[in-house]
């Protein structure tokens, strides 16, 4: 439902900002005298590999940013229910304006001179946009937060899209004068809707996370608490965060995202929109 309420959005917010009537104005400046500083042009093809959360999400919005910005797009499509439907939300397009492929691209000349908008992080090549690098999302609770507020924002975000959202906050730092409270309000909330929050994660990815915080308590940098279902790891570094999501009243909260370094900051609330993005 969030990935089908966005997209009219996205496409409508590059829509907008083309200006017809301006590009042309630019287009002449030189036949005018004029030097023409603003000028930019599409980089032509631009190649689409999607990421599995939100995919139709994922997909549909690198392609209206690759048209708005005047390129072609070649979009690597699976065997799956949103690549049939592709063909057919393409159809009003030029033929000449894009392609559909199945699986990963061969052509290496293609991929050496476009564009790749590879949001799985893979590719390696230097003309690809990927997404920021296995970065964190925090959420810190403050002395003066909503505590039971907090709770169900962080476990309703877990929840969300089946827990593979990239920006689900998966690190909290708790105020110590309401450690015991926000545990035993997140125990409470997990059981009342039925879930284990050691599972808000991909599967796949659990065996890792045990692995690196059973080496982490090895070395004494971190402590795992178990309470009902509920997992907390309690960690002693300071990295860089892709999200920082902040509880605590507004002067508390402007000071903390200053002071926590993240690539966005948001306080007593998780944006359902955020966690429905598909990227880093």
């Known amino acids: 439902m969030i990935q089908c309420r966005e997209l009219p959005?996205?496409?409508?917010?590059?829509?907008?900002?083309?200006?017809?009537?301006?590009?042309?104005?630019?287009?002449?400046?030189?036949?005018?005298?004029?030097n023409n500083i603003e000028r930019r042009v599409g980089h032509g093809v631009v190649v689409v590999k999607p990421t599995t959360h939100t995919l139709f999400y994922a997909i549909t919005s690198a392609v209206a940013c690759a048209i708005a910005a005047g390129n072609t797009f070649v979009v690597e499509c699976e065997k799956n229910a949103v690549d049939d439907l592709l063909a057919s939300l393409f159809q009003p397009l030029d033929w000449e304006l894009y392609a559909l492929v199945q699986g990963p691209m061969s052509d290496?000349?293609?991929?050496?001179?476009?564009?790749?908008?590879d949001q799985t992080g893979i590719t390696e090549a230097p003309n690809a946009v990927r997404p920021l690098p296995n970065l964190r999302s925090v959420t810190v609770i403050d002395r003066t937060a909503d505590v039971e507020k907090a709770a169900q924002h962080i476990l309703s975000a877990h929840l969300a899209f089946s827990g593979r959202s990239p920006h689900a906050p998966d690190l909290i730092?708790?105020?110590?004068?309401?450690?015991d409270k926000f545990i035993d309000t997140m125990a409470r909330e997990s059981l009342n809707k039925g879930c284990d929050m050691h599972s808000s994660h991909a599967d796949a990815k659990h065996t890792a996370w045990k692995k690196a915080v059973s080496e982490a308590e090895s070395k004494g940098e971190a402590s795992l608490i178990r309470k009902e279902g509920l997992n907390l790891v309690d960690i002693h570094q300071r990295p860089e965060y892709l999200v920082a999501y902040h509880y605590a009243e507004p002067a508390a909260g402007k000071f903390l995202s200053q002071q926590i370094n993240s690539h966005w900051s948001f306080v007593n609330h998780i944006p359902a929109q955020l966690l429905g993005n598909h990227t880093r």
Do not use: C, H, P
């Open 9 to 34: 959005s996205q496409v409508r917010q590059n829509y907008e900002a083309i200006n017809l009537d301006q590009s042309i104005a630019n287009e002449y400046k030189i036949a005018r005298g004029e």
């Open 108 to 117: 290496q000349d293609m991929l050496f001179t476009a564009l790749i908008i």
């Open 173 to 179: 730092i708790i105020n110590e004068w309401v450690k």
